[in-house]
C-alpha cells in the first residue's frame, strides 16, 4: 500500500513562515507528481503548486514569490517553503501524488496565519 504522511503545520503570525513536509511510503513503482493543494473553509479545493519528476513547477498566482515547492527523488519527499505568509493562506493543506499511476493524497495539515 502506498502512504502519504504530511508534517509541519502550526499556527503563526501573519508574515511567518512554515515548511510543510511530505513523504510516499510503501509499493512505490514510480512517483510523477508530488503537490499541495488546500481547502479553506467554506470554499473548493485548490492547487497551491506541484513539481514533476523532472522538476517543473507550477504555482498558483496567489502564492507566486512566497511559496517554493522542492522535491527530494531518493526520499520520494516533497517540501512546501511557505514565506510571508497571510490570513487568507489559512487552510488544511493535503499532499497528493501521482504513484503508479493512480492519484494518491494525504490526511492534510492545518496551517493557520493568525495574530
Known amino acids: 500500500q502506498v502512504q502519504l504522511v504530511e508534517s509541519g503545520g502550526g499556527l503563526v503570525q501573519p508574515g511567518g513562515s512554515l515548511r510543510l513536509s511530505c513523504a510516499a511510503s510503501?509499493?512505490?513503482?514510480?512517483?510523477?507528481?508530488m503537490g499541495w493543494h488546500r481547502q479553506a473553509p467554506g470554499l473548493q479545493r485548490e492547487l497551491v503548486a506541484r513539481?514533476?519528476?523532472?522538476?517543473?513547477?507550477k504555482y498558483a498566482d496567489s502564492v507566486k514569490g512566497r511559496f517554493t515547492i522542492s522535491r527530494d527523488n531518493a526520499k520520494n519527499t516533497i517540501y512546501l517553503q511557505m514565506n510571508s505568509l497571510k490570513p487568507e493562506d489559512t487552510a488544511v493543506y493535503y499532499c497528493?501524488?501521482?504513484?503508479?499511476?493512480?492519484?494518491?493524497w494525504g490526511k492534510g495539515t492545518l496551517v493557520s496565519a493568525s495574530s
Open positions: 513539481v514533476t519528476s523532472s522538476g517543473t513547477t
Open positions: 497528493y501524488a501521482l504513484i503508479n499511476g493512480m492519484d494518491y
Open positions: 510503501g509499493s512505490i513503482r514510480s512517483i510523477y507528481t
